[in-house]
Structure formats: C-alpha cells, structure tokens
C-alpha cells in the first residue's frame, strides 16, 4: 500500500512537468507528422494519427519511461516505396494497401514482443545502421528538396530524384509562375531557420522549437497578407490539403493485395525498419533517462505493435518510437509515460481545433524541416567519424547507402552485413574462427569471492554476430557493481562490440557502478580509434605500442601522472628480477609491459605474461604485480591463502609460520619461510591487523624487495589504484617494524 501511494503521488507530483513536456514534444512532432505524411505520399493526417494513437496506448501499455511514439524518419522510404509500388501509379490506392501493411506489420512486431525478440536489433553491425540511417536521409533529402522549391510533382527513384536537383533550381530563374517562387523563397527561409536556430542566444526565441516557429510565421504571413488586403502569393495546391472534416475524411485499409509477393516485401520491409528505429531508439533514451531506468523491449514491442494495427485502421501510419523527440521530451524535464499521453493529447487539439490554420501552411515550409532532418542523418560529419573508426567501417558505410539507394533497404541492410562479414573473415584470414566457434559457449562469468567485482572473460571471438550472448551476461548485472571485462583470450573484436561496450560503460559509470575492458593491449588495430576493430597478433609483430592504445593504457598513462610516476607501456624482456622471487621461480616469463615506475622510489608496477605447466599443458597467463624494493633487508617470507600455494612453497624449504596471539590471521593465511623467528618480529601487531583489515593480496619477499600479486588475471585500472595503495601502506608498515630497525 505505501508503494502505491508513493507511486500515485510520484506522479501527482510529477503531472506539471510531463504535461509542460508533453505540449513542447506536440509541437515538434505537429509539423514533423504532417511532413512525414507527405514525404510518403500520404495524406497529412496519417503523420498524426499514429503519434495520437501510439502517445496514448504505448503511455498505458508500454514498458519505456520517457519515450516519445509516433511516425519515425526511418519508415518514409520504405512507405513511399510501398505506396508506389502497391498502388501501380495509383498513389491514393497504394495507400489503403500500404494500410493494409502497415497493420501486419503492428501484428508481426507484436508477435516478436510475445516471442521475446527484442535483441534483434543486436545482430545488426553498427555501421551498416548508420549507412542505412544515412541512405533515409538521402532519400529524404533528395524527396523533399524539390517539394521545399515548389516543385511538387517531381518523380522518379532516390537517384533522379538526386540528379535532377541542379536543374529543378535553374528551372526557378525560367519559372514563370510567382507561386512556385514564393514557395521557393519560404522553404529557403524555413530551411535557413532549421539550420541557424541553434546558434540563437535568446532563450525566449528557444522557448518555442524551431519547427513550430516555421508554422507560426507561415500562418503569421498568410494572415499579414489577408490583413494588408494583398493577394496571398502561394496557390491553394502549393499548401496542405488538410480535409474539411479530419474525422469523416479518415481512410481505410484495402487487403486486396494481401497474398501478393510485393505486399509481403513490403509487410517485411516496414516491420524491420520499424524494429530496428524502435530498438535503437529506446535503448538510446535509457541513457538519457535520468531516474536510470531500464526499459522492457519486449512489452514496448507489444505495445508499439497494437498501437501500429490501430493506427492503420484508422488510415495512418506505423508507431515507433522516435529518439529526437524522445530527447527533447528528457530535456524539457519528463518523469513518466505520462508525458508521452499528453504530448497526444494535444496534438488531438490542434487538429481538431486549428484546422483552418494548419491549411494556410506551405508544403514548402515542412519539406524545409524534411530536408534539415534528411541532412542530419546523412551530414559529412558523420561520414568523417566513420572514418575516424578504420577504412574498413567507410566501406561497410557507403555499401550498405548505395545498395540502399539503388535498390531497397533491405537489401542495403543485407549487402551491410555480407560486407562487414568478408571483411572480418579477410582480416582474421580464417573463416573457420567464426563458423566454428559461433555456437560455441565463448563467455565466463563469475563473481570473485575476493573483492565481489563480476569478472567476465570472452573467448575465441566477439562480433556483431554473437555480441548478443555478451550483452545477456552484462544485462543480468546490476549497474551498480563492478565488472571486469577480459579479452586476453578473444582474437578479435568488432567496432559494434567496442561501441556498444562504451554505451553500457557509460550506464555503469552513471549509475554508481564501474566496467572496465583489460587484455586488448596485444590487438592489432589500424586506426588509433577507441571502437577500431581489434584483431590479436604476435605482440613482437606489434608497431609502437602507442599506436594501439586502449582506453585502459590511456587511464594507466593518467593515473602514472597523478601519481608523479612514469608509464612506460612498451614490452621490456629483462625480466630476471622477478626470478628471485619463489611465485616465479618454476615459471617462463615472457616480458613485462604497460610498466609504471616511481622513479624515485623504484617502486613498479607492470603487467607481465609467463607461462606454467608442461608441454601440452602449457598455459599463458597475464597479469599484474607490484614490486617494491626495500631499503634495508627483511626475512624471505611469502603470504598466501591458506592452502593455496603450499606444496610449491614446501619444496623450496618454507616451513610455515604461525603469529602468536593472533588465532584468525593463522586461519585466514599461510604464512612462511626460511626464519621464522625473525619472520615473527616482522609481523606486529600493525602489521597483522592491517592485512586483515585488507582484501587478500599474495605477499612476497625475497629479502630485498616485496612482490604483490592480485589475482592470476591483468587488473583493472581501479584495482590497480587499489594495490598501489595496499603496496605502499604495507611498506611503510614493514620498515617501522623491530626488525627493520
């Protein structure tokens, strides 16, 4: 019962801000539904009717929190291909068939949220999205440019539409007709205030979005000229042609074509841009939410998909849920779903109650917010972060926009996925790697008894293709603990890896939790981009280390400057020191690495790889120690878990130590060596109790110097700091003791 009441006034609470957020969300997604209606060849009002209809079931039924639902920039060109191709040049016709689809699709994603498949969108690499993303935007752009120059009847596929740019804006110089140009000059006007209303200072001009300002001073215009009794220059068929009564005037689906092998594709089509934009879309609001919610995928899919099969009845168009308007609904201070509900709601009211105004507005104005949002999904800065990345994402990138824009997007998304997949089989030089290991069990995880963290090792590889089983493990982790991720073992791992790697580091850091990434320093890499695809070789193949720097090393390089040390990442062979110490005595070091060094002091800490075992049980193993030298000598004595390492300490003559008076700390370690005596005025009091009070650590000397040993793992940057902390307490411990003096 206090739950409930605590929920109810939560949200009693909350109603101002959702309700303000929700009329700011309205008057983005009115100019932008009637726009997306268009750019698809459908009447205005099917742009609206899904934004009311998914605003309101997706509030009740969802599993989101902040998201925003209604017709999404990722469908337009496939409607715009449905509509053309159903209709055989009927467009209106095409339209109550594309209805028809757009139903089956609702069903088919609510069947995906039933059969929990809201993952799907994890198998798709990361830059044949953006180049299906960009390939929309294209077409967009190419769509509604001539619609923003008052040329309305413009046709031909993505690529005419392309070329005939250039003389579709000379033909304005030859045009004869004053209303083509007017409605040229407003969509330039509008389209100049997409692009330079963020570089505004006055935040009373920000308190209305820049789509809305493009509605109020076209109808503001159309108005002045009425007011001026002058002749309104933009001819009634240059304007929305929104019905005299929206209610009586809606459409309904014609299931006509529903056994056809187009209307298939097409039912196909739009469910897996619907999905993808959907899934997208609400795993990036979850990042911006800021209570640190988590959505459930699969119920939002339920949702999204009733919500599709309503509005299609109703003649409009599919419910996803779009990610800009899902920002803005974040930063306008949305608590709940219920923002999502009135952002609806009044949508509902302009239409119904501005009718007449929403008629007096030019179709060049919207296709200017069209041609704004096409260019964003497809700016040059995108393309030149892509190359940032590595060579091989650009030709992922521009595959998958061509093949889009010469054929279809699923075919583009298609071509995306083979290429990136040849490309990784060229890079590894082995198909094998991924045809035999991808249905194999490829990830560890377990919680260390030592320290709670989550370690997770990933084996063999880690793509796009199985990313999947990583992120289940990684879902089941609260984001308030502490995870290590290990790839020492892994031969290779993809940008989309690396990328949705950061994006869960990012939700782990945010919510008070940590996740690091150790063991790619050994990885190949052709770009000094943290998300390049990273491919293991012979660290002796390797270029100057620096060149591969992981995010790890950078951390490893800042933390040696807080501390006033030196980083020293490149491979050091002279590792005989480490010999006299028992732990490395029946072992092969290979070199040490990633060094931090106390130059004053010669306190270092390092990475190092040695191998144990014999012949075929050989194994490598990486990990981090701490050496400290010492200034005066101390007994030789190692201190271990008790039992852990005994029978290799019994053969080198250790005869085991017990500390009077203190029962525990006999229990708890296994202390010995070759003095027991002096081993004994060693370990105080201080001493003891400062090694209880402390997680387990392996401590070793050799009577000039300590050894620290952690787990038989690398550590993280964060656990680094940890034992560099522990070194130097129980140095300066050690040096106080009796026997020191």
């Not at 498949?117 to 994890?122: H, I, P, S, V």
């Not at 009077?660 to 003095?675: A, I």
Request: glycine content about 8%.
């Amino acid at each position: 019962m206090t739950v409930n009441k605590d929920q109810i006034g939560g949200f009693v609470k909350g109603l101002p801000k959702n309700i303000f957020s929700g009329f700011v969300v309205s008057l983005i997604a009115l100019p932008l539904g009637l726009g997306l209606a268009l750019a698809s060849e459908a009447p205005p009002i099917a742009g609206i009717i899904p934004a009311v209809v998914g605003g309101i079931l997706v509030a009740v039924l969802g599993g989101s929190h902040v998201t925003i639902t209604g017709p999404g920039n990722g469908l337009v060109i496939v409607l715009l291909g449905a509509i053309t191709t159903l209709g055989g040049g009927d467009l209106y016709q095409g339209y109550l068939f594309t209805l028809a689809a757009v139903i089956c699709s609702g069903v088919l994603l609510m069947l995906l949220g039933f059969l929990k498949m809201g993952r799907l969108a994890d198998f798709f690499p990361a830059s044949t999205i953006q180049g299906m993303l960009a390939a929309i935007g294209i077409g967009i752009l190419a769509k509604q440019f001539h619609i923003m120059i008052g040329h309305n009847n413009e046709a031909g596929n993505i690529m005419t539409l392309i070329l005939h740019i250039p003389s579709g804006l000379y033909s304005l110089w030859e045009s004869d007709g004053g209303s083509v140009v007017a409605a040229a000059i407003v969509g330039v006007i509008s389209l100049m205030i997409m692009a330079f209303y963020g570089k505004i200072r006055s935040k009373w001009v920000h308190l209305i979005p820049a789509p809305m300002w493009i509605l109020l001073l076209s109808i503001g215009f159309h108005y002045l000229c009425s007011f001026l009794a002058i002749p309104y220059p933009i001819n009634k068929e240059l304007l929305i042609p929104i019905p005299d009564n929206v209610l009586a005037s809606l459409a309904y689906p014609d299931f006509g074509m529903a056994l056809s092998q187009k209307f298939i594709f097409a039912v196909f089509a739009i469910t897996l841009i619907a999905g993808i934009e959907s899934l997208l879309s609400i795993k990036a609001v979850d990042r911006l939410d800021p209570a640190n919610r988590h959505s459930n995928v699969n119920k939002d899919l339920k949702a999204l998909g009733l919500a599709t099969v309503i509005s299609g009845f109703l003649g409009g168009l599919n419910v996803v849920t779009v990610i800009a308007r899902s920002s803005v609904n974040v930063n306008t201070g949305a608590t709940n779903r219920s923002a999502n509900f009135f952002h609806a709601l009044f949508l509902l009211a302009f239409v119904l109650l501005f009718q007449e105004q929403l008629r007096k507005i030019p179709l060049s104005a919207l296709a200017a917010i069209l041609v704004y949002t096409g260019y964003k999904l497809a700016t040059p800065a995108l393309v030149k972060r892509i190359a940032g990345v590595g060579k091989e994402q650009i030709l992922i990138f521009f595959s998958t926009v061509l093949a889009t824009l010469l054929t279809n997007l699923i075919t583009g998304i298609a071509v995306g996925i083979l290429v990136t997949f040849i490309i990784h089989v060229l890079v590894n030089k082995s198909v094998l790697l991924f045809i035999t290991h991808l249905f194999k069990p490829n990830i560890l995880m377990f919680r260390e008894a030592d320290g709670g963290n989550y370690f997770i090792s990933v084996k063999h590889f880690c793509s796009f293709l199985n990313f999947y089983k990583l992120k289940n493990k990684l879902d089941a982790i609260r984001e308030t603990e502490e995870v290590v991720l290990d790839f020492s073992m892994c031969s290779f791992v993809d940008h989309t890896v690396l990328e949705g790697l950061e994006n869960y580091r990012q939700i782990f850091d945010h919510k008070g939790g940590h996740m690091e990434l150790i063991g790619l320093d050994k990885h190949e890499t052709d770009s000094v981009h943290p998300f390049a695809i990273r491919k293991i070789i012979p660290f002796r193949a390797l270029k100057p280390i620096e060149w591969y720097f992981t995010k790890r090393q950078e951390d490893l390089k800042a933390t040696a400057a807080d501390f006033g040390w030196k980083y020293i990442p490149k491979k050091q062979s002279q590792t005989a020191f480490l010999r006299e110490f028992v732990f490395f005595s029946s072992k092969e070091i290979s070199y040490c690495y990633n060094q931090l060094e106390d130059v004053k002091n010669k306190v270092s800490v390092f990475d190092v790889e040695f191998t144990e075992g014999e012949f075929i049980a050989k194994e490598v193993i990486k990990s981090t120690v701490m050496y400290l030298p010492l200034p005066s000598s101390i007994p030789v004595f190692t201190l271990d878990k008790e039992g852990l390492l005994a029978l290799l300490y019994n053969l080198s003559g250790f005869e085991e130590v017990e500390v009077p008076n203190h029962p525990d700390f006999s229990k708890r370690f296994r202390l010995s060596g070759e003095d027991p005596e002096g081993i004994s005025e060693v370990f105080s009091n201080e001493l003891v109790l400062f090694l209880e009070s402390h997680p387990y650590y392996h401590v070793e000397s050799n009577g000039k110097a300590l050894l620290i040993l952690k787990k038989e793992r690398l550590l993280s940057v964060k656990e680094i700091k940890r034992m560099i902390y522990f070194g130097q307490q129980l140095k300066k411990i050690l040096l106080q003791s009796e026997y020191a003096q």
